[in-house]
């Protein structure tokens, strides 16, 4: 009896089915108050958030030890802390904000005209403007746009204090209209995006795995006040570990409902938070605001992401205007570096190994690496595209 005791302990460490989930210790676990002196970098917490003042930020990060300091500051605050962080000011000049809005508000016009209604993960369809995989879409229509937001300094450096080198961006376009309801409580991609059904089938490492593939965040393209539903959060939420499970339990929903906070933005702000934090986005209330904010998925070089991206045609089209940008001055090196590293491919796998073998080191090069190699020895136009597809095809079996 001991015996199978022991293995029915085990077994129930492993699995996580929807009776672990337990309202009473779901409240103490999120009835924690995120303390200042815990967080020496942020200028306030409101609401349990930290916020912090991105000018401040980049300047202290100059001094590398303090850029350290500060990543780890935001690892913490993301794994054991609040869950959630606002970047405020991330986009000082707003000229890259309004640049990218008028391409996105251009998709979005261009899908109502042929007729094609983007679907939501946790909201009815037709409550908002959905665009999908906006972050190839921009890259291919509008390049250098694409190049001056994504060079963005602070959003790379949570990108990669959260998930280390080699990230992979992605992003996907929210307009809440006036009228938009809000989305329900939940957690967001990998487990996130699955049924009860399914998630109970993972082991319970898998599911404190899953949140540390992705990173969440959401870029403000216009003023949220709180009419305008900017996202609902429960601070602490992530570090409930069968909370794939209960978000989609009543009792849970309720919980939320009534204990969430909601931090308003201003145009250039930007939240990062855990994708298993409990959130989602709120009613738009408003008479007039169309809520944009462009919502990026970061995955870790480890990990799979979301949505299927041609980063080999993302690159050719980013090239030349990379090119004439740092040409024109219009462009520093670390600031295109963060460019090729939201459109090119951080990581050498998959691969085949007979035709793409790793000369010189553990892995082949990079998409990134050929990128930068390019940038740096001023190929030409042409000599950078046949390379290209010269590495791609080598990746076919």
């Not at 640049?99 to 909201?123: C, L, N, P, W, Y």
């Not at 959130?279 to 070089?301: E, P, Y």
């Not at 963060?338 to 010189?360: H, K, M, Q, W």
Request: aromatic share 8%.
């Amino acid at each position: 009896m001991k015996s199978d005791n022991n293995r029915k302990a085990r077994a129930d460490r492993v699995w996580l089915t929807r009776d672990d989930c337990d309202i009473d210790d779901f409240a103490a676990l999120v009835s924690k108050k995120a303390a200042k002196a815990d967080y020496p970098h942020a200028y306030d917490i409101v609401k349990n958030v930290p916020v912090y003042n991105s000018d401040t930020v980049l300047s202290a990060a100059s001094d590398p030890a303090i850029r350290r300091e500060l990543m780890a500051e935001w690892v913490e605050v993301l794994s054991d802390g609040p869950g959630v962080l606002v970047l405020a000011g991330a986009f000082a000049d707003q000229a890259p904000v309004d640049a990218v809005t008028a391409e996105f508000q251009a998709m979005i016009d261009e899908q109502r005209k042929a007729g094609t209604t983007s679907g939501d993960h946790f909201a009815k369809p037709g409550a908002n403007d959905r665009v999908w995989n906006a972050i190839e879409k921009l890259c291919l229509r509008a390049p250098k746009a694409f190049a001056a937001y994504y060079a963005n300094p602070a959003i790379a450096m949570v990108c990669e204090a959260w998930l280390g080198p080699g990230y992979q961006v992605t992003s996907q376009v929210n307009c809440v209209n006036p009228g938009g309801a809000a989305q329900s409580a939940h957690r967001d991609y990998h487990l996130g995006f699955q049924s009860a059904d399914v998630i109970e089938r993972y082991p319970a490492h898998v599911h404190r795995l899953s949140p540390v593939l992705t990173l969440q965040g959401a870029v403000a393209h216009c003023d949220m006040p709180l009419e305008s539903g900017p996202t609902l959060y429960l601070p602490f939420s992530q570090r409930y570990e069968p909370g794939y499970l209960a978000t989609g339990m009543a009792e849970f929903r309720a919980y939320f409902a009534e204990h969430h906070v909601q931090l308003p933005l201003k145009k250039g702000d930007a939240a990062f938070f855990n994708p298993a934090l409990f959130h989602g986005a709120g009613d738009n209330r408003s008479n007039d605001i169309k809520r944009m904010a462009n919502l990026l998925q970061v995955s870790s070089a480890y990990g799979r992401a979301m949505e299927s991206v041609d980063r080999t045609r993302m690159s050719a089209a980013l090239f030349p205007a990379l090119k004439s940008m740092l040409a024109e001055g219009a462009i520093d090196e670390p600031a295109a570096c963060n460019a090729i590293a939201a459109c090119a491919e951080g990581y050498s796998f998959p691969t085949n190994l007979d035709r793409d073998p790793p000369v010189g080191g553990l892995a082949p090069q990079t998409q990134q690496s050929l990128f930068n190699q390019a940038l740096e020895e001023e190929w030409e136009n042409g000599r950078f595209l046949k390379a290209l597809e010269e590495q791609a095809a080598k990746k076919l079996t």
